[in-house]
């Protein structure tokens, strides 16, 4: 599925084994999950999409989380994401300060 950029709500809900009415409901529920709509109001998922319906599925079906605790679970772990994130891109901003140091003292 890897070199689609985006799935029908079918197909979701096939991946995950759940009905197409659930994945709208959580839809409402998580404002972490939010297709794109197509002009004729069907969902686009994207990969992210996907990813977030996999916690999801993850919090509610296999580990038994109610709404709220999921909702709660979810938040943690996309601010730990972001922080995953902006930590990551601070060390590639280091990494290539560090490549031009080393390529200039090399020129000398």
Not at 28 to 41: I, N, V, Y
């Amino acid at each position: 599925m890897a070199t689609k950029r985006y799935w029908t709500i079918s197909e979701v809900a096939e991946q995950f084994d759940v009905n197409a009415s659930l994945l709208r409901y959580w839809e409402k529920e998580f404002s972490a999950l939010d297709p794109k709509k197509q002009g004729s109001g069907k969902r686009a998922y994207t990969a992210r999409d996907i990813e977030v319906i996999g916690v999801l599925h993850d919090l509610l079906k296999r580990k038994g989380y109610t709404i709220d605790g999921a909702k709660r679970s979810l938040k943690q772990a996309i601010k730990e994401q972001r922080q995953l994130d902006e930590l990551r891109q601070r060390l590639e901003a280091v990494r290539a300060e560090l490549i031009g140091i080393a390529t200039d003292a090399e020129r000398r």
